[in-house]
Nanobody, 127 residues
Framework: QVLLVESGGGLVQAGGSLRLSCTAS????????MGWFRQAPGKEREFVAV????????YYADSVKDRFGISRDKAKNTLYLQMNNLKPEDTDVYYC????????????????????WGQGTQVTVSS
């Protein structure tokens, strides 16, 4: 099973940027569909972005489209989430996820589709 560790969260002002990293170990991420989810206290974990295997498409939640970019570096076995023009409503704990073949619905994924998760990293956007 792949092990995932997120980093890069922090406090940023509205309009600022952050880049989250998810470093994998145990398996190469080339075999996996990788994604980012986020969760606020008392709420369900929600889909943010997914990166298909090499050469595949990337998918985004409408709320982050045109502001966030998901990418992977095979050499570093790391997944990234570049977050630009951050808004206070982006404040959440962000989780990295991986699975070999997670089912999806019209380009959106449920958190239950993914079997491997990191511990999460807090992102706080101040107004």
């Amino acid at each position: 099973q792949v092990l995932l560790v997120e980093s890069g969260g922090g406090l940023v002002q509205a309009g600022g940027s952050l880049r989250l990293s998810c470093t994998a170990s145990g398996r190469t991420i080339s075999s996996y569909i990788m994604g980012w989810f986020r969760q606020a206290p008392g709420k369900e974990r929600e889909f943010v972005a997914v990166d298909s295997r090499d050469g595949g498409r990337s998918y985004y939640a409408d709320s982050v489209k045109d502001r966030f970019g998901i990418s992977r570096d095979k050499a570093k076995n790391t997944l990234y989430l570049q977050m630009n023009n951050l808004k206070p409503e982006d404040t959440d704990v962000y989780y990295c996820a991986a699975d070999l073949d997670p089912p999806h619905f019209g380009g959106s994924w449920s958190s239950s589709s993914f079997g491997s998760w990191g511990q999460g990293t807090q992102v706080t956007v101040s107004s």
